[in-house]
């Protein structure tokens, strides 16, 4: 089965091969990018991202974003993976730089984020290959494609409006001056973004940290700035000195606490003055006096 | 090492340095003076009093004696009870010639003349106290206690005095601890105040908002007990358990304040605007006008329940005055009302024996002692008149019980061997009388409450009964704002860095921060990295510390140590009750004002001591739950 994505669209497809439960390949080609998705009884099991440029959605490239190996590390074990032939996952759990849970998370990310680019595709061309696929080691139950699918579709539906939220071009986050939270209130996924802010100011970084597709990812990026707890600059601002924001911050603490002293020193006297209005006055003594008339 | 914050702390000392000596010089008035107190009385008596008065003064001691007798005798010819003026003068003249300090035994003379002068005796106690005079203290201590029981305006003096030094210690307790708790929830609130209205700015705006908050009932001209409500509903849901325990006993001690209010209101109508001099201290100080039931606040059939008493006084009046016809008349007149109290009389015979009617006297006296048999005052006056008809059997047989009984009425010190015939006893207005009345009196007790000087003070702008309702309702909204802040994200302030946390469902657990509980101290390192914990634990330190100083007794509260900080508010608000209730008496008589300025000083001393125990001890317990927190080094 093959065709142009205007004459049928991928939630038509996607939801094609899973109602009818096929094993196969499905190959989405456009916006200069080859994804390959693997069906197992209309499940999805595995993607192949496009490896021909340096993707952000490659395995190692999302590791490095995420801090779990450098960039020299990476080239290194992709040399390694060449030699042996291996899976860069399986490397990264042998070499222990991550666990296979965490493997299995980002795969999973991994999944999610090359079905969102592949919904984004306009213009372009799927082709279908029917035949038996077996799941890899690490997809411990397979994704169903139609609830993938709902999610990638309200994704395309809810992204315009956060997305306006937001600076246009880039931006960075930081977490607002003086703000402490308790983050076990907080929602899973705003958690985990409030947890990577510390991380880095970059948001494309913070999610791959938080492990959430860019969408997850800045849905709750808005949610926490709806509760006041991050600011997000655009990213001409970004100080050179790493160190510059909290200066500034101490700085500007300072001087609302020289305020704040100001401030209730005047009003220390003023309640100073009143105590001794309402308690010590003439006035006052003579409601509590009174009893002297007796004597 | 962290660098504190000091200079705030410094404005403030500061502060009640410079306004320290204007506030302690204007608590203590010019005593007033006294003058013409023995102008109503008879002529021989108002000569022996003045005699009595000039012969005081050291080295007249046996002059002074002798004249204290003739003025007794000259006293009982008139069933004269006590001249209280007598000891007011003596000891203006020890005042005005300077020996006050060794006026005590002066004083002592006189109160054979004087026995019902409550002040006097309670100067004499005081004296005693100090100077370690243990057999006198027991002897004038019985003379206080004797005059509080048959002196009317004493015990309802002693009464007004408690219940006015109570309501100014709520007073003060109710604004120690409204202050405190807002000045506990402050750092939190602001940060609330700044989210919820979205302020810009960065802080600035918050500050000026929360201090406007705290400001506004002091500017609203609100009273004290509507401005400490406020602070307290606002400060609710910031609050430990035991500190909205703290804001419940305040708002409850706010309600007993407007029960007192109002009983104090009712001691006033019930004497009139002449508390000492009116009807009610006939038998100590003459009246300045002739007592009459008129002149009391209120009105027709709601005066009845005294109108009797005041009958007594009057016809008291007339006989002291030399005017025994016209007393037999009242008295006669209460006896024909019905009731006849032994004590009317015994007075109505004392009136009739001073017109010579020995026989219709004796009828009075053995009547009265029907009516009360171990009266001491009626057995005497009627061993006098069996002696003057010449009964001596009968006589002989009243005298031992006359003479046991007369000598046992304390305060008077009668000494039946030195008194002579015609020395008659007259029976003083009968104090359990006058507490009857008083709760006869009493009707609409909040009705009262909203007319007495505490409640247009402290409740303003508020009727009495919205104010209870007000008082119920800012407990219920506390409440609610409590249970809302479990709900709602809201600011906690950490009590041991005071960096603020933003939470939800909140527990007193989460009092600490991670850091904190992580005992994670602030400190510089080698990164470059500026030291924002470090500032933040100095800054709240340094906050700490000026609550303490300015509201003593804070530090417990952020040590949480509620109920010690509970106790020692309320040991600090009784002492400043007792300055407040103290200093408003400097003027009411030289003897009161002498024992006033006493309490005063003893008040001032004690307050200031607590006020430094509170704020030391209080910064302490601080500094020693930081250092068990870790956040801050063991030697600071």
């Given at each position: 089965?093959?065709g142009?994505?205007t004459?049928?669209g991928?939630?038509?497809?996607?939801?094609?091969?899973?109602?009818q439960g096929?094993?196969?390949a499905?190959?989405i080609?456009?916006?200069e990018?080859?994804?390959?998705?693997?069906?197992?009884?209309?499940?999805?099991v595995?993607v192949?991202?496009?490896?021909?440029?340096?993707r952000?959605?490659l395995?190692?490239?999302?590791?490095?974003?995420a801090?779990?190996l450098?960039?020299?590390?990476?080239?290194r074990?992709?040399a390694?993976q060449?030699?042996?032939?291996?899976?860069?996952?399986?490397?990264?759990?042998?070499?222990?730089?991550?666990?296979?849970?965490i493997?299995?998370r980002?795969?999973?990310?991994?999944?999610?984020e090359s079905l969102y680019?592949?919904?984004?595709?306009?213009?372009?061309e799927?082709?279908?290959e029917?035949?038996?696929?077996?799941?890899p080691?690490w997809?411990?139950?397979?994704?169903?494609?139609d609830?993938?699918m709902?999610?990638?579709?309200?994704?395309?539906?809810?992204?315009?409006?956060?997305r306006?939220?937001?600076?246009?071009?880039?931006?960075?986050?930081?977490p607002k001056?003086?703000?402490?939270?308790?983050?076990k209130?907080?929602?899973?996924e705003?958690?985990?973004?409030?947890?990577a802010?510390?991380?880095?100011?970059?948001?494309?970084?913070?999610f791959?940290k938080?492990?959430?597709t860019w969408?997850e990812g800045?849905?709750a990026?808005?949610a926490?700035?709806?509760?006041?707890?991050?600011?997000v600059?655009a990213?001409?601002e970004?100080?050179?000195?790493p160190?510059?924001?909290?200066?500034?911050?101490?700085k500007?603490?300072?001087?609302?606490?020289?305020?704040?002293?100001?401030?209730?020193?005047?009003?220390?006297?003023?309640?100073?003055?009143?105590a001794?209005?309402?308690?010590?006055?003439p006035?006052?003594?003579?409601?509590?006096g009174?009893?002297?008339g007796?004597? | 090492?962290?660098?504190?914050?000091?200079?705030g702390?410094?404005?403030l000392?500061?502060?009640?340095?410079l306004?320290l000596?204007v506030?302690?010089?204007?608590?203590?008035?010019?005593?007033?003076?006294?003058?013409g107190?023995?102008?109503?009385?008879?002529?021989?008596?108002r000569?022996?009093?003045?005699?009595?008065?000039?012969?005081?003064g050291?080295?007249?001691?046996?002059?002074l004696?002798?004249?204290?007798?003739?003025?007794?005798?000259?006293?009982?010819?008139?069933?004269?009870?006590?001249?209280?003026?007598?000891?007011d003068l003596?000891?203006?003249?020890a005042?005005?010639?300077g020996?006050?300090?060794?006026g005590?035994?002066?004083?002592?003379?006189?109160?054979?003349?004087?026995?019902?002068?409550?002040p006097?005796?309670?100067?004499?106690?005081?004296?005693?106290?100090?100077?370690?005079r243990?057999?006198?203290?027991?002897?004038?201590?019985?003379?206080?206690v004797?005059?509080?029981?048959?002196f009317?305006?004493?015990?309802?003096?002693?009464?007004?005095?408690?219940?006015s030094f109570?309501?100014?210690a709520?007073?003060?307790?109710?604004?120690?601890?409204?202050?405190?708790?807002?000045?506990?929830?402050?750092?939190?609130?602001?940060?609330?105040?700044?989210?919820?209205?979205?302020?810009?700015?960065?802080?600035?705006l918050?500050?000026?908002?929360?201090?406007?908050?705290?400001?506004?009932?002091?500017?609203?001209?609100?009273?004290?007990?509507?401005?400490?409500?406020?602070?307290?509903?606002?400060?609710?849901?910031?609050?430990?358990?035991?500190?909205?325990l703290?804001?419940?006993?305040?708002?409850?001690?706010?309600?007993?304040?407007l029960?007192?209010?109002?009983?104090?209101?009712?001691l006033?109508?019930?004497?009139?605007?002449?508390?000492?001099?009116g009807w009610?201290?006939?038998?100590?100080y003459?009246?300045?006008e002739?007592?009459?039931a008129?002149y009391?606040?209120m009105k027709?059939?709601?005066?009845?329940?005294?109108?009797?008493?005041?009958?007594f006084?009057?016809?008291?009046?007339?006989?002291m005055?030399?005017?025994?016809?016209?007393?037999?008349?009242?008295?006669?007149?209460l006896v024909s009302?019905?009731?006849s109290?032994?004590?009317?009389?015994?007075?109505?015979?004392?009136?009739?024996a001073?017109?010579?009617r020995?026989?219709?006297?004796?009828?009075?006296?053995?009547?009265?002692?029907?009516?009360?048999?171990?009266?001491?005052?009626t057995?005497w006056?009627a061993?006098?008149?069996?002696?003057?008809?010449?009964?001596l059997?009968?006589?002989r047989a009243?005298?031992?019980?006359a003479?046991?009984?007369?000598?046992?009425?304390?305060p008077?010190?009668?000494?039946?061997?030195?008194?002579?015939?015609?020395e008659?006893?007259?029976?003083?207005?009968?104090?359990?009388?006058?507490?009857?009345?008083?709760?006869?009196?009493?009707?609409d007790w909040?009705r009262?409450?909203?007319?007495?000087?505490?409640?247009?003070?402290?409740?303003?702008?508020?009727?009495?009964?919205?104010?209870?309702?007000?008082?119920?309702?800012?407990?219920?909204?506390a409440?609610?704002?409590k249970?809302?802040s479990?709900k709602?994200w809201?600011?906690?302030?950490?009590?041991?860095?005071g960096?603020?946390?933003?939470i939800?469902?909140?527990?007193?657990?989460h009092e600490f921060c991670n850091?904190?509980?992580?005992?994670?101290a602030?400190?510089?390192?080698?990164t470059g990295?500026p030291?924002?914990?470090?500032?933040?634990?100095?800054?709240?330190t340094?906050?700490?510390r000026?609550?303490?100083?300015?509201?003593?007794?804070?530090?417990?509260l952020?040590?949480?140590?509620?109920?010690?900080?509970?106790?020692?508010?309320?040991?600090?608000?009784?002492?400043?009750?007792?300055?407040?209730?103290?200093?408003?008496a400097l003027?009411g008589?030289?003897i009161?004002?002498?024992?006033?300025?006493?309490?005063?000083?003893?008040?001032?001393?004690?307050?200031?001591?607590?006020?430094?125990?509170?704020?030391?001890?209080?910064?302490?317990?601080?500094?020693?739950m930081?250092?068990?927190?870790?956040?801050?080094?063991?030697?600071?």
């Open positions: 089965m093959k142009k994505i004459d049928f991928i939630p038509e497809i996607f939801q094609l091969v899973a109602t096929k094993s196969g499905l190959t080609q456009g916006d990018r080859k994804t390959v998705f693997l069906f197992t009884d209309g499940m999805i595995d192949q991202p496009d490896r021909r440029q340096a952000a959605d395995l190692g490239n999302m590791m490095v974003d801090g779990y450098t960039e020299e590390e990476l080239r074990l992709l390694m060449e030699k042996e032939g291996k899976k860069l996952g399986e490397l990264l759990v042998e070499q222990g730089k991550i666990t296979r849970e493997l299995s980002y795969l999973y990310l991994q999944v999610k680019h592949a919904l984004m595709i306009k213009e372009g799927y082709q279908f029917l035949f038996a696929v077996r799941p080691s997809m411990s139950t397979p994704m169903r494609a609830v993938l709902m999610e990638g579709v309200q994704f395309l539906d809810e992204y315009p409006r956060i306006a939220r937001f600076p246009s071009g880039k931006f960075l986050v930081f001056k003086g703000i402490r939270i308790d983050s209130v907080l929602p899973s705003e958690r985990a973004v409030w947890k802010v510390e991380y880095s100011s970059d948001p494309y970084k913070m791959r938080a492990c959430l969408f800045i849905k990026l808005w926490l700035t709806d509760r006041g707890l991050v600011e600059v990213e001409a970004e100080r050179e000195d160190w510059r924001a909290a200066r500034a911050d101490l500007h603490r300072r001087r609302v606490a020289w305020v704040r002293a100001a401030v209730w020193a005047v009003a220390a006297m003023v309640a100073g003055l009143w001794y209005m309402v308690l010590l006055s006035r006052a003594i003579g409601a509590f009174g009893w002297a007796f004597f | 090492m962290r660098k504190e914050n000091p200079i702390l410094r404005l000392v500061l502060t009640i340095v306004t000596p506030c302690i010089g204007s608590l203590f008035p010019e005593p007033c003076e006294a003058g107190p023995f102008a109503s009385y008879a002529e021989s008596v000569a022996r009093a003045e005699k009595v008065v000039a012969a005081a050291p080295g007249k001691e046996e002059e004696g002798k004249q204290v007798r003739l003025l007794r005798k000259e006293m009982h010819a008139y069933g004269i009870l006590s001249l209280n003026s007598v000891a003596v000891y203006e003249k005042v005005g010639e020996w006050k300090r060794d005590a035994p002066f004083l002592r003379a006189v109160a054979d003349v004087a026995p019902l002068s409550v006097m005796w309670a100067w004499l106690v005081k004296e005693d106290l100090l100077g370690g243990m057999q006198d203290l027991v002897r004038d201590f019985d003379g206080m004797g005059a509080v029981r048959r009317g305006p004493a015990l309802l003096g002693y009464a007004s005095w408690l219940i109570l309501a100014a709520v007073c003060w307790f109710a604004v120690w601890a409204s202050i405190a708790l807002f000045l506990r929830a402050r750092p939190s609130l602001e940060s609330d105040i700044g989210r919820f209205f979205r302020f810009p700015g960065g802080g600035y918050s500050v000026l908002a929360a201090a406007a908050l705290f400001l506004l009932p002091l500017f609203a001209g609100f009273g004290l007990a509507i401005a400490a409500c406020i602070w307290l509903a606002l400060s609710a849901a910031y609050l430990r358990r035991a500190e909205i703290m804001m419940t006993s305040v708002i409850l001690l706010l309600a007993a304040l029960a007192g209010g109002s009983v104090l209101h009712s006033k109508r019930l004497t009139g605007e002449v508390q000492r001099g009610l201290g006939t038998e100590g003459f009246p300045e002739w007592p009459d008129s009391l606040p027709g059939e709601e005066r009845a329940p005294i109108s009797r008493l005041v009958r006084s009057r016809g008291r009046a007339a006989m005055a030399g005017k025994a016809a016209e007393a037999e008349k009242i008295w006669t007149e009302g019905g009731g109290p032994a004590g009317v009389l015994n007075n109505r015979g004392i009136a009739r001073q017109q010579g020995l026989e219709e006297a004796l009828a009075d006296f053995e009547e009265a002692l029907r009516k009360a048999p171990g009266d001491g005052a057995l006056n061993y006098q008149a069996y002696l003057r008809l010449f009964n059997e009968r006589s009243l005298q031992p019980e003479w046991e009984k007369v000598q046992a009425m304390a008077y010190n009668l000494r039946p061997a030195e008194m002579e015939q015609g008659w006893i007259a029976s003083p207005l009968n104090v359990g009388d006058i507490w009857k009345s008083f709760f006869a009196l009493r009707g909040i009262e409450a909203g007319e007495s000087d505490i409640f247009r003070l402290y409740f303003r702008p508020l009727s009495a009964t919205v104010s209870l309702v007000f008082l119920a309702l800012v407990w219920l909204i409440g609610a704002w249970v809302l479990m709602v809201v600011n906690r302030t950490c009590r041991g860095c960096v603020r946390t933003l939800v469902g909140s527990r007193e657990a850091q904190c509980r992580s005992r994670i602030g400190a510089s390192n080698d990295e030291d924002r914990r470090g500032q933040g634990i100095a800054m709240h340094a906050y700490v000026a609550c303490s100083v300015l509201v003593p007794g804070s530090g417990w952020w040590s949480g140590k509620e109920i010690r900080t509970m106790v020692y508010g309320i040991l600090l608000s009784l002492s400043l009750g007792l300055l407040s209730s103290s200093i408003g003027d008589g030289t009161v004002a002498d024992l006033e300025r006493t309490v005063t000083f003893l008040a001032i001393g004690l307050a200031a001591v607590l006020w430094l125990a509170g704020s030391v001890a209080g910064l302490r317990s601080f500094r020693k930081q250092r068990e927190l870790g956040i801050l080094p063991a030697g600071r």
